[in-house]
């Protein structure tokens, strides 16, 4: 595709072209069970044709405008895939530090229900004492805990803030079309309220009302947004070569690494901003495929922070890792070192260099550097971080994730193994319907 180009280690580690077509027809079995839906978790499958269906757009507009011409803040309450995508797009276009910016003409996006931290709900509440805000609170079922004690605290503060009826006008739920408490709680107050699908699973759900609601409402622009994962759509879904797919290069080569005794990718970036893309990235694939006892560990690094913490045990820990770099060709600012007439830091051979001059070369370095240490490194070349490129991303990830599970062999699209601290957690809590759980928990 262009401007969007992957990049595999195969010539740094000789790996042949036999060798990689093995695992390339791999992905394209894969690909195939994928798209004929007959696959393990195929009642998930609703996502693949998201980009397709831009109908909700104008309807997320619609409310992003209402919610921006009565609000400074806009609380995204949920947890996991409920609000780990929309802070992907958002904190991938705006910087960490908007929250000074007093010249904002959007509201600032900040969430809740994804931390059981009493200490952060003080400070929250307190926050929201001052600002006008509005809520959107994202949830299936309506019954997550995380989320439906902190859309509980923020529901009562809203109200005794503006009263019932007002505090009705500034919430917007994003829910199960038939069923589930936050359903007939939207549907008794009256809260305006948008559709979750049955067949989009939260870690695939970013292209929905889920994602698409906080994004519009930080003033991003889903349309292009939407097209980027539409023409990164129309590239996984043609009928050409594995070679003409980056997502299915990536999942092969992944998978590959991982058969050659490789567990662990680091997921790698050289901007803040792409912080939060990695946050979304682990839950999908730790989600998707860490079961029955197989999966590669998804881990992130930011750089060249973390550099100075996790550099060495790259260049020189156990060789079980590899690196998916995400590199972005250039910055949207410019910064340019200034001169020093007494040059005590030596940096004067940088004058007039920019910024991401700087840091490109420290990218550059550091990719033949990790190289050279024996760290397979699949790079992820986009040309700038912009809606278009970043819904690229999204639906690339998406689909190289379902096609790996199946070449996996587990269900992509299932998570079982999250219920297991919850069930411990009602139980010693005193739920009703866990006593018998509670009193063997607390004899051990």
């Not at 802070?87 to 600032?108: F, G, H, K």
């Not at 495929?289 to 820990?317: A, C, R, W």
Request: aromatic share 8%; charged share 25%.
């Amino acid at each position: 595709m262009q401007d969007f180009e992957i990049i595999l280690p195969k010539k740094d580690f000789g790996i042949t072209e036999k060798e990689f077509d093995m695992w390339a027809d791999k992905a394209m079995d894969a690909r195939r069970t994928l798209l004929r839906g007959d696959g393990k978790g195929n009642d998930f499958l609703g996502w693949l044709d998201l980009p397709a269906a831009t109908g909700t757009i104008e309807s997320m507009k619609t409310a992003a405008q209402c919610i921006k011409s009565s609000s400074q803040l806009l609380v995204v309450v949920g947890i996991g895939g409920s609000y780990l995508g929309a802070r992907a797009v958002i904190e991938a276009m705006q910087s960490e530090l908007q929250c000074l910016d007093n010249t904002r003409e959007t509201p600032l996006v900040i969430y809740a229900g994804h931390t059981l931290s009493e200490d952060y709900y003080v400070q929250l509440l307190k926050i929201l004492d001052i600002y006008d805000y509005s809520v959107a609170v994202i949830s299936k079922s309506g019954t997550t805990t995380e989320p439906a004690i902190a859309f509980r605290l923020i529901k009562s503060h809203l109200e005794k803030k503006y009263g019932k009826s007002e505090a009705r006008e500034r919430i917007f739920a994003i829910t199960d079309a038939k069923k589930g408490a936050l359903h007939d709680i939207a549907e008794m107050e009256g809260y305006c309220s948008y559709v979750i699908p049955d067949d989009v699973g939260g870690r695939f759900s970013v292209l929905t009302p889920v994602g698409l609601l906080p994004i519009a409402a930080a003033g991003l622009d889903i349309e292009q947004l939407m097209a980027g994962a539409a023409a990164m759509r129309d590239v996984c879904l043609s009928d050409g070569s594995v070679g003409e797919n980056p997502a299915l290069l990536y999942a092969a080569m992944r998978n590959m690494l991982y058969a050659s005794g490789k567990k662990i990718e680091m997921l790698v970036n050289f901007l803040p901003s792409l912080r939060y893309i990695s946050e979304w990235w682990k839950q999908l694939f730790g989600e998707s495929e860490g079961k029955e006892n197989k999966g590669i560990l998804p881990h992130s690094l930011s750089f060249t922070t973390d550099l100075h913490s996790m550099g060495q045990y790259v260049q020189q820990g156990e060789r079980h890792i590899f690196e998916t770099l995400i590199s972005v060709g250039k910055s949207r600012s410019h910064v340019e070192i200034p001169a020093d007439d007494r040059d005590l830091d030596k940096l004067n051979y940088l004058i007039s260099k920019s910024l991401t001059q700087v840091n490109h070369c420290a990218e550059l370095g550091t990719v033949i550097a990790h190289k050279n240490g024996g760290v397979p490194i699949i790079e992820i070349r986009i040309p700038e971080i912009s809606e278009y490129t970043i819904g690229q991303l999204i639906y690339f990830f998406e689909f190289a994730c379902g096609v790996s599970g199946y070449m996996l062999g587990v269900n992509p699209f299932d998570q079982p193994g999250v219920e297991a601290y919850k069930k411990n957690m009602f139980a010693l809590l005193g739920k009703p319907g866990f006593e018998d759980l509670r009193e063997n928990l607390i004899s051990k």
